[in-house]
RNA sequence: GCCUGGGUGGCGGAACUGGCAGACGCACCGGACUUAAAAUCCGGAGUCCCUUACCGGACGUGCGGGUUCGAUUCCCGCCCCAGGCACCA
């Protein structure tokens, strides 16, 4: 008597076991098959653990893992921690214990975690970002940009959370709320390292277009980096004695120059202590006092206008007219020039700010709204513009650019939204920057055969919230020669934010072992990332600073490729439904987490893996059901034990219905895989068992094969057991997912609907291939139809073979 | 305000290129098996109307139009929800 109970618990270890100790995952650098990198983006090892919105993110990228390894690839599909940051450092503080101490019990827990639901990760590349042998190569690419001066300091004001007691970047900065915390905030002064990806906006802009992304997370990129074609133009301002000074604005409209009837600086712009009169003096300082305090984001979103009047004014270079200087907080210095020509007529911020102070508005674009007040953004006609009156503005934008730039007044310009990268963070737990200050050399890099800078082993290491990392207060760690000349130097003690070891993973899991240098030869083969799979919340940052690392390693010479991520996917976070009834993300702190160890214990891995991309279209958000993984187990112990059931007593040939079934869910699986539609991947598996089942016939020996071939990447332990107990050896990933023959995927009869006047009036059943005259004969003769078609002239007949037939009466 | 997505039964969702709307699953209802329950198996079900019942009919994919023999799918005009950006000159 065969064991026929499906035993999930024990069948899941033993094969996890197996799989362990032929090292089934490894991937081989010497493999002659073609390479496949698929890409999980690795966790931050909270200490909360996984739920099983964790396991849709993993299980999807693993299932499409296993189909290329069947498919034919040698795949690299790896596992590491980014365990540096923030978050880390938070949790450690609150439960007492040091970071290190606490990630590493963190990882622990993760991997078992991990483990449970079995990945085909190859564990002997996992990467910890916070393991000296790996920060060594973080720091060496900062030394990288430090020498290509990408790496530079600042004295700036910066973001600064209060309650983490950190600089931010404005990344980091959420709706004006720290992005960790929630606290609101401020700026602080602090000399800060920046890197220069604005060097490369133009190249991260262009990188886009050849990327098999989504939309939506391209445009996102696009709009972060905010390219805008415009001009460079140089006002002259005429300062309190009456001494002249450049004054550069930026524009996208230089067609409008002629409608500026006032300039406005922003309140930090370094010429207003020139141009404020005497008599503006007390009003002027008190305004850029009130704009001192106030963080960027207090200014930005807000619509009411305000500013005061310098005393001074400048001459438009166009007209020859002379205009007041204003200073208001709508103009920003981190953008452009920090100045603007203000053109109430046709720009609607300028136009708020002019009619709070009464400023002129002045048209010269043609439009019909602007008769009698208003603004008017769009092209058309130019007027009352000198020489260039009567143009279209398109024309003339061109056309002003090139008779300022032939007057020697400006030029056309370029300008981003981006701006470059604050780097430093006030903290102990990150990678050191690996740099040594030294009152004769500067700063100078540490030699790349000392690295790692190692962090050293505190006692203290939490934040000192006067901007001063704790690594301040370690004498014996910041007290070192400088590496140029030997006097007494200082180490830098800001380390690096947590985006620095997550901007260049992927590459180290290609040669994770390597000490001689951050990409080994032996590790080149696997690159370009073919497939990077996660959530969408790391639409901007985390994808634009591994692209940024990745042009800065191209061009010194690492890699050969400037995109590392060809294909992405993101796919959607796991909800549920609140008491309220509301849909809310599955978290920790909202208290709504679904543990999956209970549900291994329960249904099983491979039910749970199964449930996990059953649950809706894996790029949008799905709901969590609770009674949802009884199905996909239901399932399971249906294919169970319609396998067990016939094992042994196969039918020599299938029928015709059988292999029509076999050829169809082949097709199905396929198609729907290739097109990332595993929900219905899933369906397709369970029409399959519905239909054989009421086929009420044994099963071929190769329909089961290809069942099990095809159901492998999904419920792996499932179909290996299978696999083994009809008499295979194992590994099924050994096997090549099947092919389909389109000969075989009609059935012999099939079901046409029948329209009256478009209306659907019945079905008739006929064999496949039947011809329009035969099935309209059959639909005479048809016992439900006949009274719709008797005694009516038939009009018209729309017949679509095999599928339906559309009559047009009268 | 701008840019993305999305809106289909009680619920999650399916529908290739314009061709039977609601596959598959959850929950639900009925039946079989059982001392009973669980498990399993068989069957039912969009809404409404007519009918004792059978048969039948109307409506139905956010709303309003349009194109078409035929529209969840294409076009025009709106509404609502989610996410992103937001004084960027």
Not at 417 to 431: H, I, N, P
Not at 536 to 545: D, N
Not at 591 to 600: Q, Y
């Amino acid at each position: 008597m065969p064991e026929i109970e499906y035993r999930f618990g024990e069948i899941e270890q033993k094969w996890r076991d197996y799989w362990a100790a032929v090292e089934l995952y490894k991937a081989r650098d010497d493999d002659p098959r073609p390479k496949y990198y698929c890409l999980d983006m690795f966790p931050y090892p909270s200490g909360s653990g996984l739920h099983v919105g964790h396991w849709r993110s993993y299980v999807l990228p693993d299932a499409w893992s296993r189909y290329m390894l069947l498919k034919g690839y040698n795949v690299l599909h790896p596992m590491g921690w980014d365990a540096f940051g923030l978050p880390a450092e938070n949790d450690a503080i609150q439960k007492g214990i040091h970071p290190e101490v606490n990630t590493r019990g963190n990882i622990e827990n993760f991997r078992r975690q991990l483990v449970e639901m079995s990945p085909m990760y190859d564990w002997s590349r996992e990467i910890d970002t916070t393991d000296p042998e790996y920060y060594k190569w973080t720091q060496w690419i900062f030394l990288q940009m430090f020498r290509k001066g990408l790496a530079y300091q600042k004295l700036m004001p910066i973001n600064w959370c209060p309650s983490c007691k950190t600089g931010l970047a404005n990344e980091e900065v959420v709706g004006g709320k720290c992005d960790r915390c929630g606290a609101v905030v401020g700026t602080k002064d602090l000399n800060q390292w920046m890197l220069k990806i604005t060097a490369y906006a133009e190249r991260l802009l262009h990188g886009l277009d050849e990327l098999d992304w989504p939309e939506k997370v391209k445009t996102m990129q696009r709009n972060w980096i905010g390219r805008s074609e415009g001009a460079r133009v140089r006002f002259t301002a005429f300062d309190t004695d009456g001494r002249e000074h450049p004054l550069e604005i930026f524009t996208t409209r230089p067609d409008t120059l002629f409608g500026a009837t006032y300039m406005v600086l922003a309140p930090e712009h370094p010429l207003i202590s020139k141009l404020t009169t005497n008599d503006r003096s007390a009003q002027v300082h008190a305004y850029i006092e009130k704009a001192r305090n106030a963080a960027e984001h207090d200014r930005t979103g807000a619509t009411e206008k305000t500013g005061q009047f310098t005393g001074s004014y400048a001459v438009n270079p166009m007209n020859g007219e002379k205009i007041p200087i204003w200073i208001a907080d709508y103009v920003l210095m981190g953008y452009g020039t920090g100045a603007i020509m203000a053109v109430p007529g046709h720009d609607e911020r300028d136009y708020a700010f002019a009619k709070t102070f009464g400023l002129e508005v002045r048209e010269v674009i043609a439009s019909r709204k602007a008769k009698g007040g208003g603004f008017y953004t769009g092209d058309g006609e130019m007027i009352a513009s000198g020489e260039f009156t009567g143009m279209p503005s398109a024309e003339g934008r061109k056309a002003i650019v090139g008779w300022i730039a032939e007057k020697g007044i400006g030029e056309s310009a370029i300008q981003y939204r981006l701006r470059d990268w604050v780097f430093s963070r006030q903290r102990y737990w990150g990678e050191p920057i690996p740099i040594v200050h030294c009152g004769a050399c500067g700063a100078v890099p540490v030699p790349e055969n000392e690295l790692p800078v190692r962090l050293p082993e505190v006692e203290r290491f939490q934040p000192t919230g006067t901007g001063e990392s704790p690594l301040a207060a370690i004498e014996d760690w910041v007290n070192v020669p400088c590496p140029a000349c030997g006097a007494a130097g200082k180490r830098e003690t800001n380390t690096m934010p947590q985006w620095a070891g997550s901007s260049w993973y992927f590459l180290r899991y290609t040669s994770p072992h390597n000490n001689e240098a951050l990409l080994g030869p032996e590790g080149k083969k696997w690159l370009p990332v073919d497939m990077y799979v996660g959530g969408v919340e790391h639409a901007i940052l985390h994808l634009l600073y591994a692209r940024f690392f990745s042009l800065v390693l191209h061009d010194v010479g690492v890699i050969d490729f400037r995109e590392p991520f060809k294909r992405l996917f993101n796919q959607g976070m796991i909800t549920r439904k609140g008491k309220s009834g509301r849909v809310e993300k599955m978290s920790k702190s909202k208290g709504n987490v679904v543990n999956p160890d209970d549900l291994i214990r329960s249904h099983g891995c491979d039910a749970l893996r199964l449930y996990a991309l059953f649950v809706g279209p894996p790029e949008m958000d799905a709901v969590w059901n609770d009674e949802g993984i009884d199905g996909t187990f239901r399932f399971l112990k249906r294919a169970w034990k319609w396998v067990c059931d016939s094992n042994g007593q196969w039918r020599e040939e299938p029928s015709r219905q059988m292999l029509t079934h076999r050829h169809l869910l082949v097709k199905k699986v396929t198609e729907r895989l290739e097109t990332f539609r595993l929900n219905t991947v899933v369906s397709a598996m369970m029409e399959f068992i519905n239909a054989v089942h009421a086929l009420d016939e044994k099963p071929d020996r190769e329909t089961v094969d290809v069942f099990l071939v095809l159901l492998s990447p999904f419920a792996p332990h499932f179909a290996e057991e299978l696999w083994e107990r009809t008499g295979h050896a194992p590994s099924i990933f050994k096997q090549s997912w099947p092919q389909w023959d389109e000969e075989f995927t009609t059935f012999d009869t099939v079901t046409i609907a029948v329209q009256i006047n478009g209306r659907m009036r019945g079905r008739l059943t006929l064999d496949h291939g039947a011809v329009e005259e035969s099935v309209l004969e059959a639909a005479r003769n048809d016992h439900d139809l006949r009274r719709h078609i008797e005694n009516q002239e038939i009009l018209k007949v729309i017949y679509v073979p095999d599928k339906i037939l559309n009559l047009v009466v009268a």
